[in-house]
């Protein structure tokens, strides 16, 4: 799998740089291609991943969108939960659906690394990715 990194905001685009980033807007020109990024972040960090894999909970009912055949995914980083300090944050959480970008949670140290997403379509591939400022990328994938 082939992937691109916006210089701007951290976006990964997948298969292909897009001619604007949907997040900030960045060039086609802003990304660059690194398709090793996720094995980059374990193998520089190893015993990092209890802290930076997504775990992720799927509620077919919405809580928030009921009667919408709402589907929510619920995103916690860590199976122990990233401890969010001043020096040692998760900068996102972004949400793909079928490869496609579907949204993004900013985060800061003030907030637990933690985030929802109301999808419409019930079905196919899920990935979350998160960005760690230290420990770098990060992904899970589950089929809904």
């Avoid at 520089?44 to 055949?69: M, R, T």
């Avoid at 995103?75 to 496609?100: M, W």
């Avoid at 993004?104 to 637990?112: D, E, K, M, N, V």
Wanted: hydrophobic content about 35%.
């Amino acid at each position: 799998m082939k992937i691109f990194i916006c210089g701007k905001c951290g976006h990964l685009a997948f298969d292909a740089a897009p001619e604007a980033c949907p997040v900030c807007g960045a060039k086609k020109e802003e990304f660059t291609q690194n398709d090793r990024i996720f094995e980059e972040s374990r193998a520089n960090s190893p015993e990092a991943e209890v802290k930076h894999v997504p775990f992720v909970q799927v509620n077919k009912e919405c809580g928030l969108v009921p009667d919408k055949g709402c589907t929510d995914i619920l995103v916690r980083i860590g199976k122990t939960l990233h401890p969010s300090e001043d020096k040692h944050f998760i900068l996102f959480i972004d949400c793909y659906q079928n490869g496609a970008y579907v949204g993004r949670a900013q985060l800061s140290p003030g907030l637990y690394p933690a985030a929802c997403f109301h999808l419409k379509t019930p079905t196919g591939t899920v990935t979350i990715t998160e960005h760690c400022n230290l420990h770098g990328y990060w992904k899970t994938e589950i089929i809904l």
